[in-house]
């Protein structure tokens, strides 16, 4: 089965700190692509980063970027200088292609929030 | 560029009425989804539709939901009777690609319903 797990529900941090949120997800595919998706509380889920699993550098979008671990299946988010406007549910993602469907499998989410 | 448009944003209505939802994706992406997202978890695919095709649709409650994307732009997903569980937001998506591209996934903003 095609799984992803977020093992921390919620998170705090003070703006200007640095945040790590994790993500370990399970497959028998050899390519695939990971993203990890905002979402406020209007609930629009909103694009952070993407990662393709045959790249090995660690993708990077401004204040965000991600450690991916391909051997150990891990994929975190590292959010620098936190924002107010950081505070969302997080949500870590990879397209499966078994069985020739094309599927985006979510984790659970895990809700940040920014204090000032 | 106008970003993947959804409609009604909130919905109320009693038990065993028929409710439908409209989403149209963004101009030219070819692959349309509707996600199902309940209270505290993450966006569970309901089916994927690439043109006017439903290529998978294993996880759509045929007794009760049903889909369609007759010119292969925009969609609507019907409930016909809604029950007390269906209260969720069911979140449109598109994407560009086709198969094993692993484009990414663009979402609206959702359209909450809750059954009463």
């Known amino acids: 089965a095609q799984t992803v797990t977020q093992s921390q529900p919620e998170m705090s941090v003070q703006e200007a700190e640095t945040v790590t949120l994790s993500c370990t997800y399970d497959?028998?595919?050899?390519?695939?692509?990971l993203f990890w998706y905002k979402q406020p509380p209007s609930r629009q889920m909103i694009l952070v980063i993407r990662?393709?699993?045959?790249?090995?550098q660690n993708a990077t979008e401004n204040r965000f970027s991600v450690n991916f671990q391909k051997a150990a299946k891990s994929f975190s988010l590292k959010i620098s200088d936190s924002q107010l406007g950081d505070t969302a549910m997080y949500f870590c993602?990879?397209?499966?292609?078994?069985?020739?469907?094309?599927?985006?499998?979510f984790g659970k989410g895990m809700k940040l929030t920014v204090n000032p | 560029e106008a970003g993947v448009v959804q409609s009604p944003r909130y919905k109320i209505i009693e038990k065993k009425q028929p409710v439908a939802f409209w989403c149209n994706p963004i101009?030219?992406?070819?692959?349309l989804y509707w996600y199902l997202q309940n209270l505290g978890q993450g966006p569970e695919l309901l089916i994927r539709?690439?043109?006017?095709?439903?290529?998978?649709d294993s996880q759509l409650p045929k007794d009760r939901f049903s889909a369609e994307r007759l010119k292969g732009v925009d969609s609507t997903l019907k409930i016909q009777p809604a029950e007390l569980g269906d209260s969720a937001v069911y979140l449109c998506?598109?994407?560009?690609?086709?198969?094993?591209?692993?484009?990414?996934?663009?979402f609206g903003e959702g359209s909450w319903l809750t059954v009463v």
């Open positions: 990662q393709e699993a045959y790249k090995q």
């Open positions: 993602a990879f397209i499966s292609f078994q069985g020739g469907s094309e599927k985006l499998v």
């Open positions: 497959t028998s595919e050899n390519n695939y692509y």
């Open positions: 101009s030219g992406h070819n692959t």
């Open positions: 539709y690439e043109n006017e095709e439903a290529v998978d």
């Open positions: 998506a598109s994407s560009p690609g086709q198969g094993r591209s692993g484009n990414t996934i663009y």
